[in-house]
């Protein structure tokens, strides 16, 4: 990524700059929930799905919101959310306040909220996925659950890892007929679970390009929970005005990825994220 390609991701305004501030604060992959935006909503915050209660930048319907809200919500200042919400012995959300329900499922289109809460939503869905399969899990990976829950995930890439050439549909029946695009190739033969696996990558890395003006991006890593802005910045120093002026970390920044950041780089977002007030 070059230092033209990075300011440009952090200084196009609320959508790019709420994702990448999720992305430091979280430690989950930027070019992941970068990617994740542009296909769910082509980083539209006010995005409707037509046949499902999904709504916002990353297309969260009602219930994984406000069990993420829920979960996560008083870390970021929505301790209010959190506490309005209930879940009744079936496992379902609830708010009883009616007026109080339709403004917490509204911050969906909020691009500052609604990138915490796909950050924080990703992370926990890692850490399952990582402890029932035992092993490292990318983009893709957190992508199936995203898309199929995490149990559907879970099912998705045991049979992935075991049988690679089995029909997707046959293991998903109602996702297949909600999604024949996925599950179906253009002449109607049913695609394996490694071609919808392949595709999906694909899809990500390129929505990713694609938001970011069409400039190769890093390939999309595994998220985590470290914070590496705040462990760059700690190292670096960054606070202090003498460290570098914003002219010369874009002269000089080193080229490689923020998403694994060195000092520079990290002080270089910091300093960009400032410029811009926020």
Same mark, same amino acid.
């Given at each position: 990524?070059?230092? $033209?390609?990075?300011?440009?991701?952090?200084?196009?305004?609320?959508?790019?700059?709420?994702?990448?501030?999720?992305?430091?604060?979280?430690?989950?992959? +930027?070019?992941?929930?970068?990617?994740?935006?542009?296909?769910?909503?082509?980083?539209?915050?006010?995005?409707?799905?037509?046949?499902?209660?999904?709504?916002?930048?990353?297309? +969260?319907?009602?219930?994984?919101?406000?069990?993420?809200?829920?979960?996560?919500?008083?870390?970021?200042?929505?301790?209010?959310?959190?506490?309005?919400?209930?879940?009744?012995?079936?496992?379902?959300?609830?708010?009883?306040?009616?007026?109080?329900? $339709?403004?917490?499922?509204?911050?969906?289109?909020?691009?500052?909220?609604?990138?915490?809460?796909?950050?924080?939503?990703?992370?926990?869905?890692?850490?399952?996925?990582?402890?029932?399969?035992?092993?490292?899990?990318?983009?893709?990976?957190?992508?199936?659950?995203?898309?199929?829950?995490?149990?559907?995930?879970?099912?998705?890439?045991?049979?992935?890892?075991?049988?690679?050439?089995?029909? $997707?549909?046959?293991?998903?029946?109602?996702?297949?007929?909600?999604?024949?695009?996925?599950?179906?190739?253009?002449?109607?033969?049913?695609?394996?679970?490694?071609?919808?696996?392949?595709?999906?990558?694909?899809?990500?890395?390129?929505?990713?390009?694609?938001?970011?003006?069409?400039?190769?991006?890093?390939?999309?890593?595994?998220?985590?929970?470290?914070?590496?802005?705040?462990? $760059?910045?700690?190292?670096?120093?960054?606070?202090?005005?003498?460290?570098?002026?914003?002219?010369?970390?874009?002269?000089?920044?080193?080229?490689?990825?923020?998403?694994?950041?060195?000092?520079?780089?990290?002080?270089?977002?910091?300093?960009?994220?400032?410029?811009?007030?926020?």
């Amino acid at each position: 990524m070059t230092v $033209a390609t990075l300011q440009s991701l952090l200084s196009t305004g609320g959508v790019q700059s709420a994702i990448q501030r999720a992305s430091l604060k979280t430690g989950v992959d +930027f070019s992941y929930l970068l990617g994740q935006a542009q296909v769910e909503s082509s980083l539209r915050p006010d995005a409707k799905a037509q046949t499902s209660s999904a709504s916002g930048l990353y297309q +969260f319907v009602e219930q994984s919101w406000l069990g993420t809200v829920k979960q996560h919500g008083a870390e970021h200042g929505l301790a209010w959310a959190a506490d309005a919400i209930s879940q009744g012995s079936g496992g379902r959300y609830y708010v009883s306040d009616t007026a109080t329900r $339709a403004y917490i499922l509204k911050l969906r289109n909020n691009p500052d909220i609604a990138s915490m809460m796909a950050a924080e939503h990703a992370a926990d869905n890692k850490a399952e996925l990582e402890t029932s399969l035992g092993r490292e899990v990318g983009g893709a990976d957190l992508y199936m659950a995203h898309f199929l829950g995490v149990g559907g995930a879970k099912k998705f890439l045991s049979t992935l890892a075991s049988n690679p050439g089995a029909s $997707a549909a046959q293991l998903f029946p109602a996702a297949a007929a909600s999604n024949r695009h996925v599950f179906f190739g253009e002449s109607g033969q049913a695609r394996s679970v490694a071609e919808i696996y392949d595709r999906f990558t694909a899809k990500l890395q390129h929505g990713a390009e694609v938001a970011a003006g069409g400039n190769a991006l890093p390939p999309i890593a595994a998220p985590g929970k470290a914070d590496p802005l705040q462990l $760059a910045m700690a190292e670096q120093d960054v606070d202090r005005p003498e460290v570098a002026t914003l002219d010369q970390l874009l002269a000089s920044a080193d080229r490689s990825s923020l998403l694994r950041p060195t000092p520079k780089t990290a002080q270089l977002a910091y300093m960009l994220l400032a410029s811009m007030g926020a």
